[in-house]
């Protein structure tokens, strides 16, 4: 038995540092990122590396709000992440449609936004394209937030989540006297925090790195996003590569704030996934 508990944790031991060697792995091209946005551009390129700035430094980030457009990109994705989150504010209201009431052609109906969901979006970006277009909204910020407001994946997961909240509980919540908008905003919204939380960091994620399509519908540089702003700036300064890394830091540091803030809710729906 003693054998058996000393291999056991040999084993751990070994699985441990497999892992803590593979994730300082994964992390050095990150770090080096972030390390060398603070350093003169003449120590990027210095032979041997340094992953400390020996002259740390924030001008590359000031040159990205001073001399460049980086604030006006920000705010554009700002707001296009904003409109994400109501997006998904109304993709968990279809969900909870589709989830949770009867009405003539339920099942086609979902079943047709399954379809889309097997369709790429370079696909539907053409049409989508024209009738924005027919619709005088091109190069607006109206058309670049429109089409990201309903998702069909988005709609799918909510409704499969929200069908294993008990009838029993919403109808006697109905029985007390509560509408249908108390409900889903003071019931089922508590007991779909996980799946929430899941799906804010993914709409937080598509919305903040949003590339393709502010490109193809926005001509005016006032309306590009920090992604195109990024792009642009590979092709302008593409031998400032202390510039170029500060500003991927300042696009992968938030994913990771929100990532860690939301972290335990991720782990809390895996876990009532499984349990289910």
């Known amino acids: 038995m003693a054998t058996v508990t000393k291999a056991g944790k040999v ?20 770090i080096w990122m972030i390390s060398s946005s603070f350093k003169p551009e003449s120590e990027v390129l210095a032979i041997p590396p340094t992953i400390i700035p020996e002259n740390p430094t924030i001008e590359h980030y000031i040159n ?3 001399n460049m457009n980086f604030a006006v990109y920000l705010r554009n994705t700002l707001i296009v992440v904003l409109f994400s989150f109501v997006g998904l ?22 079943y047709v936004v399954l379809a889309t969901m097997m369709i790429p979006g370079q696909v539907t970006m053409i049409p989508v ?6 619709m005088g909204l091109t190069n607006t910020m109206t058309g670049i937030v429109l089409p ?11 409704r499969q989540f929200m069908t294993t909240i008990p009838t029993d509980l919403l109808e006697a919540a109905r029985l007390d006297g509560a509408g249908e908008f108390y409900i889903f905003f003071r019931l089922v919204m508590p007991i779909a925090k996980p799946i929430f939380a899941v799906q804010g960091i993914l709409t937080f994620i598509a919305g903040w790195n949003s590339f393709l399509w502010p490109l193809i519908i926005a001509n005016d540089e006032s309306l590009y996003t920090l992604s195109v702003g990024l792009s642009l700036l590979q092709g302008q300064y593409a031998n400032n590569f202390a510039l170029q890394m500060a500003g991927a830091a300042f696009m992968v540091v938030p994913i990771i ?5 939301f972290q335990k ?6 876990t009532m996934s499984g349990i289910k």
């Open 11 to 30: 084993e751990k031991s070994i699985v441990m540092l497999v892992m803590i060697v593979g994730g300082v792995l994964v992390s050095i091209p990150f």
């Open 64 to 66: 990205l709000f001073t």
């Open 89 to 110: 504010l109304f993709n968990a209201m279809a969900g909870y449609g589709f989830a949770k009431y009867s009405f003539k052609g339920r099942e086609k109906i979902f």
């Open 129 to 134: 394209y024209l009738l924005l277009n027919y």
């Open 148 to 158: 990201g407001l309903a998702v069909a994946f988005s709609i799918f997961l909510f």
């Open 257 to 261: 704030i929100i990532f860690a803030f």
């Open 265 to 270: 809710y991720i782990v809390e729906g895996f």
